[in-house]
């Protein structure tokens, strides 16, 4: 069966061409060019996967995120033409697992849906917990627990921690870590990883008396240690 996107932005010829290669690479396509009918399409149809553009007339895409962020796990690539380092970190935070600026490659974009299902479909697929002492990090259900309470981690954050933790002590440099959690060559600044670190790292760390579970290696990149009281 194939895989239903929906793509939701204002603009009739980018709907169109994206269709056009989405299409082209076996993917149902559905279409919204608004927030407000994008919502409705989501909670109406059994899709697996939206692109959402952020400048949309009623709702906002931004909005449209944070909604659909408390309703279910859907997948949201953001297509937007604010490439500024703030507004990708602000997507990431929101819960977007990809974002795309415009002008863009309709074929990178497919390759990039084609990732994020990828990736989805093959943490369904393996039955697994990472565990230590006091940490648990459920693969399937993207869960991930600190001394028996819920860590509330957005999809890149999970990604990571689940790259470094199920090798402990292996040296991930910043591009490693982009191809690696991304699943292409991520076409922006490495230190997009750097931020996410240190988010994981503020809801990580400082608790059960752990400190520096994940580790810089100046010069290198990173690494997880989870060192004990």
């Known amino acids: 069966m194939s895989n239903k996107v929906l793509i939701a932005d204002d603009d009739d010829r ?18 919204a060019e608004d927030g407000n009918s994008a919502l409705e399409m989501v909670r109406k149809d059994n ?11 009623g709702l906002d895409g931004w909005t449209v995120c944070k909604i659909l962020r408390k309703e279910t796990k859907i997948p949201i690539i953001m297509l937007t033409a604010k490439g500024e380092e703030n507004d990708r970190v602000l997507g990431f935070d929101l819960g977007a ?3 795309v600026v415009k002008p863009f490659s309709p074929r990178e974009l497919s390759a990039r849906v084609k990732a994020v299902l ?5 943490g369904q697929s393996k039955e697994h917990i990472i565990s230590y002492p006091g940490l648990k990090i459920n693969q399937i259900t993207r869960e991930v627990e600190l001394g028996g309470l819920k860590v509330n981690l957005t999809a890149k954050e999970f990604d ?3 790259c470094l933790a199920k090798r402990p002590g292996q040296i991930y440099s910043r591009d490693q870590l982009l191809n690696m959690v991304w699943e292409y060559d991520y076409c922006g600044d490495s230190r997009t990883v750097d931020t996410h670190i240190n988010r994981l790292r ?3 760390e400082n608790q059960l008396g752990y400190n520096d579970i994940i580790q810089t290696v100046r010069g290198v990149g990173y690494k997880f240690e989870l060192s004990g009281q």
């Open 202 to 204: 503020s809801k990580l």
């Open 118 to 122: 990828r990736r989805l479909e093959g």
């Open 47 to 57: 899709l697996d996967l939206i692109i959402l553009d952020l400048m949309m007339p």
């Open 14 to 31: 980018i709907r169109e061409i994206v269709r056009i290669y989405l299409e082209a690479d076996g993917f149902d396509v559905y279409q």
């Open 97 to 99: 697992d990809d974002y």
């Open 160 to 162: 990571l921690l689940h």
